[in-house]
Structure formats: C-alpha cells, structure tokens
C-alpha cells in the first residue's frame, strides 16, 4: 500500500506523471492474486516474520559501499557472512549472492568452466543468457535435446543417456548445462547425467532458476524432486526470486565442488555483474536466508498443505487435468482445461477475469507459479476462480464438455501469415517442435539488417526468443526455415513479444 509520508512537500502533478511509479502502485492495489513470480507474493512475508523495519525504510537502505557495507566481489564482511549462510542452506562449497539474476550467474560459469572457443554441451531449451554466453565467449554448442512429452506438447527432461552418447561424439566438450526443473517444473536425472559428466572429467552446470526451494522440502516431501546441490552438480544458480523471498534479479550461485577455480568464477563474476550491486537486492537475499534458517521446515510444510488443499480441490472440478510426470516439481501447477475448449490463453483470460495472475501458458498448458509468500487464500482463490469457469463453460454448452482440442491441433488454425502459410501450432512448445529441424552453422562474424519476411535460408546472428518464457527459437549460427519464420510471424500476430524482431527486422549474417 502506498504511503504519503509529506503531505506538505507534494510536487507531483500531471506534467510529472511516473508511469512506472503509478502503474506498480496500481498494480499494488489492485487485489489480484500471484501465481506467477516473484516467489515473494508481496510484502506479507516480511511483515509475518518481523522484517516491517526494513520495508519502512527501504530508501534509507539504498546504500553504495559505504565503511562496514563489505564489498560483493571480496566478500568478507556482511556480505561473506550472507554467502556463509547460503552454503550451509545449500549444503554447498560456497556460495556468491548474485545481483544480475540467475542469467548473470550462468553467464560467469559458463565463462569459468570453458575456455573461450571452447565447445558446450547444452540443453536446446536453454534460457537465453545461455546463447549469450557463448556468444560472449566464442564458444561452440552442442544441443542436447530434452523429451517431448507428447500428451501436453511441452519439453520434458533431458535424458542421460543423451548427454552420454554427446560426450562420447564430442570429447572436446569441457562442460555440460541443462535447466532443471525446466519452466514447467519438469527436473532430470541429475545425479544420472551428473555421474555421467563426472565420469568424462567434465563440469556439470544446471541451471536451477526455479527450483531455489527444491532443497527446503528435503525430509519433508518426498516426492519432491532433489536439489540439484544434492545430486552432484559442479555449479548450480537458483533464482531466489522466483519462488522463495528475495527481490527480483537476485539470485544465489552455489559451487558444490572443487572442478572450477574460485578465482577463475570470481572474475567472471565481476565482469557479468554491475559494479554498483543493489543493497536493497542483497538484503532480500540476507532476510530470505534469514527465514529459511528460522523458519524453513515450517513455511516448507505449509506450501505442501496449501499445495495438496489446491490438489485435492482441482481434482474435483470436471474437466480440468492437472499435469502429473515422472520427476515434477509439485509447486508448478501445470493445467489443462481443454476439454472445455479453452487453451492455455483463453484460461489465462478466464482467470484474470476472476482476478487471478498466472505465470505462462503453452497450448493448452496453463502454469502456476507458487511461491514460498503464497497464503491460504490464495490457493482459495484459484480454486474457487477454475470451479467457476468450469461450472460457467458447462452451462454454456448444456453440461456438455465442449470438445477436446488434442495438443497436436492448432487453436489459431485458419490464421495465416503474410506469406499464405498457416500459422504453426501454438499448442506445442513451438520452440522445441521447429527447432529441432534447423541446421546448426557457424556463428556469423559479421551480421546485417533484414526483414524478417525475407530472412528463409539466412543465418541467424542474434537470438530470437519469445517471451515467455525467454528460450530463443532461432539462435546465432542456426539457418532459418519459412516454418519458423512462419511461427515467428504467429507470435507477433498475435501480440506476443518477441525479442530479437524490431518493426519486422532481424539480424542475420552478412
Ligand atoms: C530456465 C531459466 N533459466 C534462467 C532464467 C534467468 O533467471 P533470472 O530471471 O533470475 O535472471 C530464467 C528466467 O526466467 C529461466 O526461465
């Protein structure tokens, strides 16, 4: 809630207008419930465990390094001592508070695991900090490939037997990196591809931006899947945004071996991240390891409570399937309510209508972010909101179910790009339907300015990557198909930001 502290001092006015300002103090009223990032949900769990003094004064804290502020690229004071703390959270070698998110984090690894020119194996459905690794770095990618899981059209996990048979093709390969949990909460064998890796004298990295709290239900769910820290990766980045307590763009790097020079990783560090790290930031990350070593086995058991309440509700609305896979992190809620002929996007629109936010959608996959600040209530208020729908559609349609559309049929058939081509199927993860079929060349030197339209046959030279959920669909050195360009031109027709295309241009090698 917003407070006017100096009434007398009121300058503000029309000609003044903060949009950013205003739009976060609406959005700060407005009611709506969060299933999306960050894991926070709002100021609620910071008053809860007595941490009102900081959000009072949160511009007062607005520091640089002042005398006693310790420094974040030679952490020995305060900060060291918040490091300290996330180690023995993590159970790890160290740990480095990160200001840059988990893509600054991934960034520095992949510099420090692999030489420059060097060559990586890697998750095709890597997020996009990844592809600007290697861009940075002159480094070679192998893709690995993860599991499609057919009956939702969304990636799943990425198999050890792959990573293996990639070692073996490609010894040269100093490194290996996958997400797990994927977006959807989707993890993969760790300790398998791990053993693997090890095996070869290579360094696994595993990008854990979502699943921060997979370590904090050890003992006490055990279906949950393990941390990856747990399960022998080298390097791990947990954004502790997105489902625990801190603020967003923090994050936390835990080395659980000694396969990486410190020293190497911490001059990566400081070349990735600003020079001027947010107090305010750091903070979040000293008060999130703060409750979770006071309070983590207590706010642990009560989002299972929350989460099986939410289960055991949806499971009673018809015509609702709430996604199961081998290895799922259960605090994404995966939903599909096709049967009633909604996708993905239209539940989306039904939701926010009954004023709830979600996270992504992909076909007729909706996912729910929970997080670590989520209340009872909340998990009401999903609830009640996808009853409604469900009661709502059936009445519409005579308590019929209104036709299933399977994963593999198109909601936008009929819309066709400029080219007379038919829009390519939004229900899959698209990025994994076409990407799979694009020839990997050199990463261009030289690059130039074309229409997208015009660009079939040309290399890409600058990652294209919808957002959500941010994993590039066409990236540096691969040679673009009318299919995806067609996809691309699907994307944008129907308002979704797409970053790498400007007013129809992309960049591709000269
Ligand atoms: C799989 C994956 N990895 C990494 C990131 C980057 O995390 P951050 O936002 O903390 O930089 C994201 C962000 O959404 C992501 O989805």
Redo the contacts with the bound molecule.
């Keep these: 809630m917003a407070k006017e502290t100096n009434k007398e001092n009121k300058s503000r006015g029309q000609g003044n207008a903060t949009p950013i300002a205003d739009f976060l103090l609406k959005n700060a009223e407005d009611g709506y419930v969060s299933f999306h990032?960050p894991g926070h949900k709002g100021s609620r769990i910071y008053h809860e465990f007595g941490y009102d003094a900081f959000l009072d004064n949160m511009m007062d804290c607005d520091v640089t390094e002042i005398i006693g502020a310790d420094n974040l690229f030679k952490a020995e004071g305060i900060i060291g001592e918040v490091a300290k703390r996330y180690a023995e959270l993590y159970e790890a070698r160290d740990s480095y508070l990160?200001v840059?998110?988990?893509?600054?984090?991934?960034i520095a690894a992949i510099l420090s695991a692999v030489p420059r020119g060097g060559r990586i194996i890697m998750a095709r459905n890597?997020?996009k900090?990844?592809f600007n690794a290697l861009r940075l770095g002159g480094i070679r990618p192998v893709y690995a490939y993860p599991e499609m899981i057919e009956e939702y059209g969304i990636t799943g996990e990425v198999k050890a037997d792959e990573i293996e048979r990639l070692i073996k093709e490609y010894p040269d390969a100093s490194a290996v990196i996958l997400?797990s949990p994927?977006?959807y909460g989707i993890c993969s064998d760790i300790e398998a591809i791990a053993k693997v890796v090890h095996d070869a004298g290579k360094v696994l990295i595993v990008?854990q931006?979502?699943g921060a709290h997979l370590k904090f239900f050890d003992g006490i769910w055990d279906e949950m899947p393990k941390g990856a820290e747990t399960c022998g990766a080298d390097i791990v980045?947990n954004?502790t945004?997105?489902t625990l307590a801190s603020f967003?763009?923090s994050?936390v790097l835990n080395v659980c071996s000694d396969r990486v020079s410190k020293l190497v990783l911490e001059d990566r560090l400081q070349m990735i991240e600003s020079s001027s790290p947010s107090y305010l930031l750091m903070a979040s990350l000293d008060i999130n390891a703060a409750i979770l070593s006071e309070h983590g086995t207590e706010l642990a058991k009560r989002w299972r409570e929350n989460l099986e309440y939410a289960l055991q509700r949806l499971s009673s609305i018809d015509n609702l399937k709430v996604m199961k896979t081998q290895r799922l992190d259960m605090t994404k809620l995966n939903l599909d309510m096709s049967e009633l002929g909604l996708d993905g996007g239209q539940l989306e629109e039904e939701l926010l209508a009954r004023g709830v936010r979600v996270e992504l959608t992909t076909g007729n996959i909706l996912m729910c972010m929970t997080g670590i600040g989520g209340a009872r209530s909340d998990y009401e208020r999903l609830a009640d909101a996808l009853e409604d729908i469900s009661k709502e559609r059936k009445a519409c349609s005579g308590g019929k179910s209104v036709g299933s559309r399977g994963a593999g049929e198109n909601s936008a058939a009929g819309v066709e790009n400029s080219d007379g081509v038919s829009i390519v199927n939004r229900r899959y993860d698209g990025n994994m339907l076409s990407y799979r079929s694009l020839e990997l060349c050199d990463i261009p030197a030289e690059s130039e300015v074309i229409k997208l339209k015009d660009a079939a046959g040309k290399i890409c030279a600058a990652s294209i990557i919808p957002y959500?959920?941010?994993?590039p669909i066409a990236c540096p050195g691969e040679r673009l198909t009318g299919e995806i360009i067609a996809y691309i031109e699907g994307l944008i027709a129907r308002g979704e930001k797409v970053i790498g295309v400007t007013a129809g241009e992309i960049l591709v090698g000269s």
């Design positions: 990032m990160l840059n998110g988990t893509s600054g984090g991934l890597s997020h900090s990844i997400p994927n977006y990008d931006a979502h980045v954004s945004h997105k967003t763009q994050a959500p959920p941010g994993i």
